[in-house]
C-alpha cells in the first residue's frame, strides 16, 4: 500500500486545529514515491479515517473531470457519491469552495495548483481529498482545507501541499488546515468521550511559527512525520492526549509542549523539550505500522506532497 503525506508551510490548530506559518506536505503509504495520479477507488487505510466503516469518499458513483473553477464548484456542491479528477493546471481565484458529502477530490498528475481558492468541509461526511496544490488563501476568505462541524465523520486529506508565503503578516492569511470541535474519524496523511479523533501520519512540516499541530480536546496519533527548522512544535492542551511516534526533529524550538492536555511521547528523535506530562499507555483503536526512525526522513522528503 503506498504511503504519502502532506506538507506544510505554515501553523496549525485544531478545534481549531490551524496552522499559520509557511508549509504543510501530507503524505501518502510505504512503496516507493510514483508520479502518477493517485488511484481514485481507493479508499482510506491510515488511522481513525479507517473506522467507523470506513471512508471511501466518492467510490462507486461517477468519475468526472473539471477543467475549471465553475466545473469543480459544480461537481462537489451536491452530496451524491462522485469522484472529481481536477486536471493538472493552476486554478487561481479568491474563494472557499463547499464540498458535499461522498466526495473524492482527486488531483491528476503532477498535482493541480488552486491559488487563493480553499476547500470546505462543511457538516458533511465521507470526504477524501488528495494530490492537490492548495496556497495563499487570504485570511477573510477561510482556511486552505477546513474541516469544520459537530457532524463530520470521515474525511481522509492525503498527499496534499498546503502553504502561504512570509511576505505579509501572520493574519493576511489563514490557517492552512482547520478540523474543528466535533470532527470524528479523520486521517491527515493522517475514542472515548471525546469529540476529537484525528490521525497525522508521514507528514513534513517545515519553517512554521507554531501550531504543528495544537491540539484541544479529544485524541490524537502522530507518528511518522518529519519537523523541520520551527518554532513551537505539538502542542497538547485543554485535556487533549496524544500518542507521539516515530517522528524526527530537526531546528525545533519547542518539540513537544502542554496547556492543560498530556501526550505519551515515545522513540523519537530530538524531542526536547518536552514538557508535556505522559498520559501513559496509549492504545490506537485501529492497526498500524511504524518507519524505523532512520528511515522517516527519507520516506518523507521523496513522498510527501502532490506529484
Known amino acids: 500500500m503506498p504511503v504519502f503525506g502532506i506538507i506544510i508551510t505554515t501553523a496549525f490548530d485544531i478545534n481549531a486545529m490551524k496552522f499559520s506559518a509557511i508549509a504543510l ?8 514515491f510514483v508520479a502518477a495520479t493517485p488511484d481514485p477507488n481507493q ?8 473506522l467507523n466503516g470506513g471512508t471511501s469518499g466518492g467510490i462507486g458513483g461517477a468519475t468526472t473531470t473539471v477543467t475549471s473553477l465553475a466545473a469543480l464548484r459544480t461537481a462537489v456542491a451536491d452530496d451524491v457519491a462522485r469522484v472529481v479528477i481536477v486536471a493538472a493546471g493552476t486554478y487561481s481565484g479568491n474563494e472557499v469552495i463547499k464540498v458535499g458529502a461522498n466526495k473524492s ?3 491528476a498528475s503532477p498535482g493541480p495548483s488552486l491559488v487563493g481558492v ?29 474541516v469544520q462541524g459537530v457532524t463530520v465523520k470521515n474525511v481522509w486529506i492525503d498527499q496534499c501541499d498546503l502553504s ?8 493576511y492569511y489563514d ?4 478540523i474543528t470541535h466535533g470532527v470524528q474519524y479523520v ?15 508521514y507528514n513534513s512540516w517545515s519553517n512554521i511559527n507554531s501550531r504543528m499541530p495544537s491540539f484541544r480536546f479529544g485524541r490524537g496519533h502522530v507518528f511518522n512525520s518529519y519537523f523541520l527548522n520551527s518554532g513551537d512544535g505539538i502542542n497538547t492542551r485543554q485535556g487533549a492526549k496524544l500518542l507521539v511516534e516515530n517522528n524526527v526533529f530537526s531546528g525545533v524550538k519547542k518539540p513537544v509542549f502542554e496547556d492543560g492536555g498530556c501526550a505519551t511521547v515515545q522513540n523519537n528523535e530530538n524531542a526536547t523539550p518536552n514538557t508535556a506530562p505522559s498520559c501513559g499507555t496509549l492504545t490506537m483503536p485501529y492497526g498500524y505500522s511504524l518507519l ?16
Open 25 to 32: 506536505s501530507i503524505l501518502s503509504t510505504l512503496a516507493p
Open 43 to 50: 479508499p482510506a487505510y491510515v488511522g481513525y479515517a479507517t
Open 105 to 107: 477530490i482527486i488531483g
Open 118 to 146: 480553499g476547500l470546505r468541509v462543511l457538516e458533511k461526511s465521507n470526504v477524501i481529498i488528495r494530490n492537490l496544490k492548495i496556497s495563499k488563501v487570504l485570511a477573510d476568505v477561510g482556511d486552505v482545507i477546513g
Open 164 to 171: 502561504n508565503d512570509m511576505d505579509h503578516s501572520k493574519d
Open 175 to 178: 490557517g492552512l488546515l482547520d
Open 187 to 201: 486521517s491527515v496523511t493522517a475514542s472515548e468521550d471525546t469529540v476529537i479523533t484525528v490521525t497525522y501520519a
Open 292 to 307: 524505523s526512525l532512520s528511515s522517516v526522513v527519507s520516506h518523507v522528503t521523496t513522498n510527501a506532497g502532490a506529484h
